[in-house]
Nanobody, 127 residues
């Protein structure tokens, strides 16, 4: 069983940066594609970034492209989300999720279904 634990959220002013981390335990992440999602109050869950199991391919939503960067460190069994130029609309609970690459279509970076989820970390952008 894979457990995911996010960290790094907090209160930040507009224009500032945060880096979220998602540490896995129970098994390694080498066979998993990973994504970050967020859910803002009153809004549907949004997938913001995906990374392939080998880290070579990424995908971003149009709302964060150019500001957010997803990366992974196999040695640390961790996936990161670097968030720059944060804006109030980025306020949300951020979740990481994992999908076994064997269950994905070849070439896909993102999946419609994820097997494992973290508990989320709150990011609040406010002056």
């Amino acid at each position: 069983q894979l457990q995911l634990v996010e960290a790094g959220g907090g209160l930040v002013q507009p224009g500032k940066s945060l880096r979220l981390s998602c540490v896995a335990s129970g098994r390694g992440l080498d066979y998993y594609a990973l994504s970050w999602f967020r859910r803002a109050p009153g809004k549907e869950r949004e997938r913001v970034a995906c990374i392939s199991k080998d880290g070579r391919s990424t995908n971003y939503s149009s709302t964060v492209k150019g500001r957010f960067t997803i990366s992974r460190d196999s040695a640390k069994n961790t996936v990161y989300l670097e968030m720059n130029n944060l804006q109030p609309d980025d306020t949300a609970v951020y979740y990481c999720a994992a999908r076994n690459f064997i269950l994905m279509y070849a070439g896909d970076v993102c999946s419609k279904i994820y097997d494992y989820w973290g508990q989320g970390t709150q990011v609040t952008v406010s002056s």
